[in-house]
């Protein structure tokens, strides 16, 4: 069974912020503000939580969340800390929070001989270049990307729904040479 990792999503608040007060007046234990070299805020409400940027039009991303329900607290502190930060009067109702990408990962515990194991698939499904990446690369019909590594190591982004990801993975160990 796959073993979901990481959450990325992204949405908008619907409200413009100005990221250089907001930078000032944030008590959270990361932020980085330099509208030089990049527009937008990057912060995290806790040390090892999801990573928040922020952008002034009000458009945003979380990423490094561990879970779905991490997601959607790290969305629900990130409107609480603006409208006790700001002023700014976000609505819970019109801002938006939509998942982007899901990570998985799977111990296939048996060594993969990736030279060999990219005859069984099609032409156009995978790649394999140890000199430009560690991993076999195969992407399926149905979307996302699988890493497979000669250790047996198996990663997959790119899902936004966790069925699909299962689905995928099934499909994925019927094919390689060993039962899990």
């Known amino acids: 069974m796959p073993e979901l990792r990481s959450v990325a999503a992204g949405g908008d608040i619907q409200t413009q912020i100005d990221l250089g007060k907001l930078s000032q007046d944030l008590e959270v234990p990361s932020i980085t503000y330099e509208p030089e070299s990049f527009s937008g805020l990057h912060f995290q409400f806790t040390d090892d939580g999801p990573t928040i940027t922020l952008f002034s039009n009000g458009k945003f991303s979380i990423t490094g969340a561990r879970d779905i329900s991490g997601v959607e607290s790290c969305f629900e502190e990130l409107i609480s800390t603006l409208n006790d930060s700001t002023n700014a009067g976000v609505s819970r109702q019109s801002a938006s929070l939509n998942i982007r990408s899901l990570s998985y990962w799977h111990d296939y515990?048996?060594?993969?001989?990736?030279?060999n194991l990219e005859d069984i698939f099609d032409e156009d499904e995978a790649e394999y270049n140890p000199d430009n990446h560690p991993a076999l690369l195969y992407e399926p019909d149905k979307g996302g990307l699988f890493m497979i590594f000669m250790s047996g190591k198996i990663?997959?982004?790119?899902?936004?729904?966790?069925?699909?990801?299962q689905e995928l993975f099934d499909e994925l160990l019927r094919r390689l040479p060993f039962e899990t």
């Open 155 to 165: 990663g997959l982004v790119g899902i936004k729904r966790d069925v699909v990801a």
């Open 109 to 115: 515990r048996h060594e993969l001989d990736l030279e």
